[in-house]
């Protein structure tokens, strides 16, 4: 899924028991995740200062899924890519975080992700940038999964603080129209954190 909206740049790794993983782009022996299963739909990109950029997907599928050995990263100007390891399992419709910081909220612990990346931050200025996954494809390799492109040259950006949010049907079609995305509104129900008396505003985690 491709949007013109406000570029990105990203690369992560899984988080597991005992910290963050590393590296591995060995993807031999992993189960299929089929092109659509998880799609995009929310980036911060722009967030308070000392808070993590993050990334939402959702699972489409009836079934857990686990984001082990896909591949989240960007393409562009600034293309990085890292390979989720660990579990990182999203249950049946319903979200998944990846993020800069292992948790979202105020205090540590509070809006966990389920994945965390290190050495990348989300560059919202180059208009040739996309965020892409790409997971197994149960034959040692993988496909494209879903993809965004952000084109700060044909609107607005975000305010600090604010998120990329999907308002549209949550498909990999449906995130490819800039249409279908909004800025997270500035109201008491889209404050996910208050960092030194600034809200920060989004919904990880939830629709």
């Known amino acids: 899924a491709r949007v013109a909206l406000a570029s990105s740049a990203l690369a992560l790794a899984a988080c597991p028991s005992g910290g963050p993983g590393a590296d591995d782009d060995d993807a031999s022996g992993l189960d299929e995740i089929p092109v659509g299963t998880f799609v995009i739909t929310e980036v911060q990109a722009n ?6 950029e993050f990334v939402e997907v959702f699972n489409t599928s009836s079934a857990t899924q686990s984001l082990r050995g ?39 612990g509070e809006l966990p992700v389920d994945a965390v990346w290190t050495g990348v931050s989300i560059n919202q200025n180059d208009d040739a940038e996309t965020i892409e996954l790409a997971c197994p494809n149960g034959e040692g390799g993988r496909t494209l999964t879903d993809v965004v492109g952000f084109d700060p040259n044909v ?9 990329w949010q999907l308002v549209g049907e949550i498909t990999a079609s449906d995130n490819d129209d800039p249409g279908n995305w909004c800025e997270a509104p500035t109201q008491a129900n889209t404050i996910y954190a208050t960092i030194d008396g600034f809200p920060a505003y989004g919904t990880p985690g939830g629709p």
């Open 155 to 163: 609107g607005w950006m975000p305010r600090r603080g604010h998120s």
């Open 47 to 52: 967030p308070l200062a000392n808070r993590p």
């Open 70 to 108: 896909c591949q989240f990263g960007t393409g562009g100007a600034s293309a990085n890519a890292f390979i989720i390891v660990g579990d990182a399992e999203i249950a049946a419709q319903s979200y998944g975080l990846l993020a800069s910081g292992a948790f979202l909220g105020n205090q540590e």
